[in-house]
């Protein structure tokens, strides 16, 4: 028997590719009478790039560099989460304040912060958007989508952006 689905995670990067798993997380939460949590996780600056930001000493820019958890950047992008909800209202016949439970912003590796809201949140799938960079890209960078399918034990549905899917129709955040 497969388990009920009631609860989504759907983790964005603001890309295209969210934008458009984003219509299939809806669209299952639909079929499923599930709700949905909303991530969005910032990753850490890496090293080289806070070392020359040191160099600037500029204590407000290090201060947002080195992602404290400043307020203001959190309700900044929740609010651009929910003007894109509002945005996808139309396509997708429903009301999203009625779909979703809760918008995440986390500050942390994209793969753990992932993995641990959908714990924390007690999520039954994670659903998000898988750029496709390629067999260079992913041995050399890593892949946000891989790694949350092979560290975990829930269902995982990777959506890419299929060819000639125009953003604009999508509804870009």
Known sequence: MIPEIKKILYATDFSHNSSYAFLYAIDMALKRDAKIVILHAIPPIPADVMA??????DQRVLERARLKGPKEDKELIKNR?????????????????EL????????????????????????DMI???NH???FLSHTFLGSVSSGV???TRKPVFMIPLPSG????ELGEM
């Open 100 to 123: 979703i439970t809760k918008i995440v912003v986390s500050f942390g590796h994209p793969v753990d912060e992932i993995l641990k809201t959908a714990d924390e949140e007690g999520c």
């Open 127 to 129: 659903v998000l958007g």
């Open 52 to 57: 020359r930001l040191e160099i600037i000493d």
């Open 132 to 134: 496709g960079k390629g």
């Open 149 to 151: 399918l092979h560290r």
């Open 165 to 168: 899917k125009d953003a604009i």
């Open 81 to 97: 989460v929910q003007e894109f909800c509002k945005k996808m209202e139309a396509q997708i016949g429903s009301s999203c304040p």
